[in-house]
């Protein structure tokens, strides 16, 4: 009897959408604190350059839960410019290390984010928050000329 190797989480090192045509590196994310309504948060920062990037709070590739990967739409080469066009049924490619998971985008949202009251905010955060189904979260700014909205794609595992 041969056993079978377990899988090693990894960390994403790039990202792939040929509907879009994008093929972009995947860095991790820096993080920040922001106040809001006299409150302090952490806030993902999309990075200054043609790259996404991994949230390290969530899932690691070949592990349960979400992981959530952010970019900019439309600045420092807006890696995420276009995912606005995806929708439902289309492939994305994640790699780590030269592996490959494919994901199909099974929800596209689009959610008001400037102005709102803080728990609208709150709850617009829960869709990067942990899982325990497997899930690929993809999010950015919109509307292409500004950012009052967030963008969330969920992908769920293609076999």
């Known amino acids: 009897k041969i056993a079978k190797a377990l899988e090693i989480p990894l960390i994403p090192d790039k990202i792939e959408i040929p509907t879009i045509g994008l093929v972009a590196p995947v860095v991790v994310a820096e993080f920040n604190f922001t106040d809001v309504e006299g409150e302090t948060f952490g806030q993902?920062?999309?990075?200054?350059?043609?790259?996404?990037?991994?949230?390290?709070?969530?899932?690691?590739?070949?592990?349960?839960?979400?992981?959530?990967?952010?970019?900019?739409?439309?600045?420092?080469?807006?890696?995420?410019?276009?995912?606005?066009?995806?929708?439902?049924?289309?492939?994305?490619?994640i790699y780590a290390k030269g592996k490959k998971y494919t994901f199909v985008i099974a929800n596209k949202m689009i959610l008001l984010e400037r102005g709102q009251p803080l728990d609208v905010k709150l709850a617009n955060a829960t869709w990067l928050g942990n899982t325990d189904d497997v899930r690929l979260t993809l999010v950015t700014c919109w509307p292409a000329k500004s950012n009052t909205h967030r963008l969330i794609l969920v992908a769920r595992p293609y076999n």
Do not use: C, Q, R, T
Not at 64 to 82: P, T
């Open 44 to 93: 993902w920062i999309p990075p200054s350059e043609f790259s996404a990037a991994w949230h390290p709070d969530s899932a690691l590739l070949g592990s349960n839960g979400n992981s959530v990967i952010n970019g900019h739409h439309n600045e420092f080469g807006e890696v995420f410019g276009k995912l606005i066009d995806l929708e439902s049924g289309d492939l994305v490619y």
